[in-house]
C-alpha cells in the first residue's frame, strides 16, 4: 500500500493527470447544446453501423456509436451529431459523459497492477467497495460480479442451496431479471426466452396498480396464498422490483410489498430486492429503503448506476464454499468508479425526500404534466420515482413508441421504450450531471416531437 500511495501522490503522476483532465476539459468544452450530424461523415458513418450490425449479427436498436466524448448530460456520435443522454446506457452513466471525476478514478485503475480483478486475484478497490456497500445497505455479506444479470443469478444460488430440494422461484407479473438462460425464463417477456428451454418453474404475482390500491394489493396476496397451497415448500425465494423497470416504471408502496413479505416471512421464503435499475435513483441509496423494508429483505442485487454489480445478502443465507465463484469480479475502474459515485450521490444531497433525486423527477413530473394539460391527445402520465421517469405517448401503442423513440433520438433526446400494454417512453437520467436547463430543452424536443409523431 506504501508504494501504491507513493506513485499516486508522485509528482510526475499527478502532472499527467493534471494535463490529461486539462485536455479532456478542452474538447468536452465544445459539447454545449443538440446538434445534427455533420453532413460530410453522414455516408461514412452509415456504413460504420451497416459494418457493425453484419459483425454483430443484427443491427443497434439506434444507429448511436459514441465517439467517446461528452459533457454532462449530452454525448457526442461519431457523425459529431451532439444528444442529450436520458437514457445513460440504460442508467449506467450516473455522472454523465468525460467527467473528471470518473476520468480520474480510471487512471488511478490504470495505474494498479490488474485491470479485470477476479476469484483468485483481487486488489484492495474490491475491500474497499464491499465496505462500502455493506455499511450503506445493511447486510452482512458482499459477493460483486461484472453485470447485474450475474447478481441476480447469484442471488438465485444462494436460495436455491438453503431451500433445497425447493425448486420455484416467484415473481412480479411484467418483471425483468436478465437474460441467462435462468434470468430469461424468469423475466416476464415471452420475446426474451424463444427458442430457450423451459427449465425453470417459475410463479407469477400481479404487481401494484396505483388505479386499485386496495383491491390490487388483495389480489396479490390471494396469488401468492394459493400458489404457497397449490405448490407447499417447493418455492425457493421470491424477486422483487420495487419499481418495475422494463415493466414501465411501476411503483409499489410500502403497505403493498409488506403485505406479500410477511406472507414470504411466514412461510421461510427469502425476500430478494432485484435492485439492478433502481439502486440510487430513488430517494434513498437503496429502493428498499426508501419504501422502509429492511427488516424484510434478505438479499439485494445492484448493478447498471453502481458500475461494478452486486449480490448483497444476510448471515442467515451465507452458503457453501464454491457457490459463488466467477473468473472475473469486474474491472477495477469500475469499482473505483462505483465508490466515486456512491459517495458523490450521498455526500451531494442526492437523497431523502426533498434529495436532489426527488427534484429532478419533480421538475421532470411538471414539465410532462403542461403538455399533457395542454395536448391530452399525446401524453398520459407521468410514471415512476427519482431518476426513473416514465410516459406514455400517443396511447400507448407500441409501434408508436418504438417510432416516437427513434424520432426523438434523431430530434437529439436518447430513450427508450418500457411495457407493453401500454408502451411507455422511459428516461433513466445522468443525476450528477442534469440541471434544470438540460430537462428543459429536452422537453422542448419531446414536445416537439410528440406533435410531429401525432400528425
Known amino acids: 500500500m506504501k508504494d501504491l500511495k507513493e506513485l499516486f501522490n508522485d509528482s510526475r503522476v499527478k502532472e499527467a493527470k493534471r494535463l490529461l483532465l486539462e485536455a479532456v476539459s478542452e474538447k468536452r468544452s465544445h459539447i454545449q447544446k443538440v446538434k445534427p450530424p455533420n453532413p460530410k461523415l453522414i455516408k461514412e458513418y452509415k456504413k460504420l453501423l451497416d459494418d457493425y450490425g453484419k459483425m454483430r449479427g443484427g443491427p443497434l436498436f439506434y444507429p448511436f456509436i459514441g465517439s467517446g466524448l461528452g459533457n454532462g448530460a449530452l454525448v457526442e456520435l461519431m457523425d459529431e451529431s451532439v444528444k442529450y443522454d436520458f437514457i445513460t446506457g440504460i442508467g449506467v452513466h450516473c455522472f454523465g459523459h468525460s467527467h ?9 485503475a490504470a495505474l494498479t497492477d490488474v485491470v479485470m480483478e477476479g476469484h483468485l486475484q483481487q486488489n484492495s478497490d474490491a475491500i474497499e467497495l464491499t465496505e462500502l456497500l455493506l455499511e450503506t445497505s445493511g447486510m452482512d455479506h458482499c459477493f460483486l460480479s461484472s453485470t447485474g444479470v450475474m447478481a441476480n443469478e447469484n442471488a438465485f444460488k444462494i436460495c436455491f442451496q438453503k431451500r433445497q430440494p425447493a425448486n420455484r422461484i416467484l415473481a412480479f407479473d411484467h418483471c425483468f431479471t436478465g437474460r441467462t438462460i435462468t434470468m430469461s425464463q424468469v423475466t416476464d417477456k415471452a420475446a426474451n426466452r424463444e427458442g430457450i428451454p423451459l427449465t425453470q418453474p417459475v410463479d407469477y404475482i400481479p404487481f ?3 388505479q386499485r390500491p386496495e383491491e390490487s394489493t388483495a389480489e396479490a396476496v ?14 425457493c425465494g421470491m424477486s422483487l422490483e420495487l419499481v418495475q423497470g422494463e415493466g414501465g416504471f411501476n411503483v409499489g408502496t410500502t403497505e403493498f410489498f409488506t403485505s406479500i413479505m410477511e406472507i414470504l416471512k411466514d412461510n421461510d421464503i427469502p425476500v430478494v430486492a432485484d435492485e439492478v435499475q433502481t439502486f440510487g435513483r430513488t430517494s434513498q441509496l437503496f429502493a428498499f429503503q426508501h419504501f422502509g423494508l429492511e427488516e424484510y429483505i434478505d438479499i439485494v442485487t445492484i448493478g447498471k448506476l453502481s458500475q461494478a454489480c ?4 444476510k448471515s442467515h443465507l451465507l452458503p457453501t464454499s464454491g457457490l459463488l465463484s466467477q473468473t472475473f469480479t469486474t474491472s477495477s475502474s469500475a469499482m473505483r468508479a462505483s465508490k466515486v459515485i456512491i459517495e458523490k450521490l450521498i455526500n451531494d444531497g442526492h437523497y431523502g425526500p426533498d434529495g436532489k433525486n426527488m427534484q429532478i423527477h419533480q421538475h421532470f413530473t411538471k414539465r410532462l404534466e403542461e403538455i399533457r394539460n395542454e395536448r391530452p391527445e399525446l401524453v398520459e402520465g407521468p410514471y415512476g420515482i427519482g431518476g426513473m421517469i416514465a410516459f406514455t ?28 400494454t401500454p408502451a411507455r417512453c422511459r428516461f433513466l437520467v445522468p443525476l450528477l450531471a442534469l440541471n434544470s436547463n438540460d430537462i428543459d430543452n429536452a422537453m422542448k424536443i419531446i414536445k416537439e416531437t410528440l406533435i410531429t409523431s401525432h400528425q
Open 100 to 108: 473528471p471525476d470518473i476520468i480520474n478514478s480510471s487512471v488511478d
Open 208 to 210: 401494484f396498480d396505483y
Open 222 to 235: 390471494k396469488t401468492l396464498k394459493n400458489l404457497l397451497i397449490r405448490y407447499p415448500g417447493q418455492h
Open 310 to 313: 452486486a449480490t448483497l445478502y
Open 393 to 420: 405517448p400517443l396511447g400507448g401503442d407500441v409501434s408508436k413508441v418504438l417510432n416516437f423513440t427513434k424520432k426523438l433520438f434523431e430530434a437529439g433526446v436518447m430513450s427508450f421504450i418500457a411495457g407493453r
